[in-house]
């Protein structure tokens, strides 16, 4: 049974970081295209960042140069690294898997599995 466990969120100030982390179990890690997606208040779910089985990478806009996703296969274990935090940053956010050996980047169509969230909320 695919598990995903999101931990780290929590209040923060502009201009501060946090490090959130997504702990996978059930399945082979290694092989998964891994996602960060959130959601805001009253707005849609979006791509954040999102890593290949391979560590390639890609970035929404609005956080390139500030978010670093990263994965340790051995731990099973998929990071956010998010720095220099903006309010428009604040949101619960999902770490997501794919199915093995595919790539869809930031869409949500190419990721099966889902965590259940955790709150970043960042205050001017």
């Known amino acids: 049974q695919v598990q995903l466990v999101e931990s780290g969120g929590g209040s923060v100030q502009a201009g501060g970081s946090l490090r959130l982390s997504c702990a996978g179990s059930?399945?082979?890690?290694?092989?998964?295209?891994m996602a960060w997606f959130r959601q805001a208040p009253g707005k849609e779910r979006e791509g954040v960042a999102a890593?290949?089985?391979?560590?390639?990478?890609v970035y929404a806009d609005s956080v390139k140069g500030r978010f670093t996703i990263s994965r340790d296969n051995a731990k099973n274990t998929l990071y956010l690294q998010m720095d220099s935090l903006e309010p428009g940053d604040t949101a619960i956010y999902y770490c997501a898997a794919g199915a093995a050996w595919t790539w869809r980047g930031l869409s949500q169509t190419g990721y099966n599995s889902w965590g259940q969230g955790t709150q970043v909320t960042v205050s001017s």
């Open positions: 059930g399945f082979t890690f290694s092989t998964r295209p």
């Open positions: 890593i290949t089985s391979g560590s390639g990478t």
